[in-house]
């Protein structure tokens, strides 16, 4: 059976800048022992160079990030390119900075259902990225900007990428949030939360605070498709991280 661990790429993107670069890092994420990858902060390769990097190293292309103003622009590019790749799930890194007030969450919600929709059409997933502003509460009702997105978007083709770190972060519960979201996902980041000198920082999986077996648990019972493993920043090389994520994560009874 082929693991369902993928690498989110933006945790390597200053190693992604030239298609020697690139070539370079999907032969190191492949020897690490990853048998799929998350495009995001990719140098200028073309969807073909990008397909054939990944195809010779026998890597899978899980998921991609993509900015949204693609998706509302040019969809048939965004759907010929992941039909390219072989690849089903399309997700946004994070909300655009226009959308991101009281207002604009609701407005997001609706108007992205509809952009996305010739997506979905095409046989694509959507999902949304968060991070952790949208637990701000807005009125007195304290509603928080992830709930109007999730009240406001169409769940039939707005699907959700929960960000583990970001849910922590953010003073949420990653557990509830993923139990409170598993029918509207396909695809989850895996990201761990230290507290080192009262700061929160990233850390590999398995090295921080977060309550992994549990949080496994809930991808289950939300028949997870891709868990794809990021950090945004590392302490020493990311690759290295990556490799710790990846074996720490197999120590836990996933594979």
């Known amino acids: ?56 190293e026998g890597l899978t292309i899980a998921a991609t990030h993509i900015g949204y103003d693609r998706i509302c622009d040019e969809p048939q590019a965004v759907i010929d390119e992941h039909r390219l790749w072989g690849c089903r799930h399309v997700a946004i890194g994070g909300l655009p900075g226009e959308f991101r007030n009281r207002e604009g969450f609701a407005r997001f919600a609706g108007e992205a259902s509809k952009a ?9 997933t959507f999902s949304y990225h968060n991070h952790s502003f949208e637990l701000e509460r807005f009125g007195e009702a304290g509603r928080t900007g992830f709930d109007m997105l999730i009240e406001g978007s169409d769940p039939e083709v707005f699907s959700f990428e929960l960000d583990t770190y970001w849910i922590q972060h953010g003073g949420g519960n990653p557990v509830s949030w993923l139990r409170r979201l598993k029918d509207r996902m396909h695809i989850v980041h895996l990201k761990d939360l230290a507290m080192r000198g009262g700061e929160q920082l990233f850390a590999e999986v398995g090295e921080g605070n977060l309550e992994w077996p549990q949080i496994l648990e809930a991808c289950q019972e939300a028949d997870i498709e891709w868990y794809l493993v990021e950090q945004d920043t590392c302490q020493g090389d990311p690759f290295e991280s990556l490799g710790i994520s990846l074996r720490n994560l197999n120590r836990l009874g996933l594979k």
């Open 1 to 56: 059976m082929a693991s369902a661990i993928g690498a989110q790429l933006y945790s390597v993107r200053d190693y992604l800048k030239t298609n020697q670069d690139m070539a370079a890092s999907f032969a190191k994420v492949r020897k690490l022992g990853y048998e799929a990858v998350q495009l995001s902060g990719l140098g200028p390769a073309s969807p073909q160079e990008v397909k054939s990097m990944a195809d010779g």
């Open 116 to 124: 996305v929709r010739p997506l979905i059409e095409a046989g694509l």
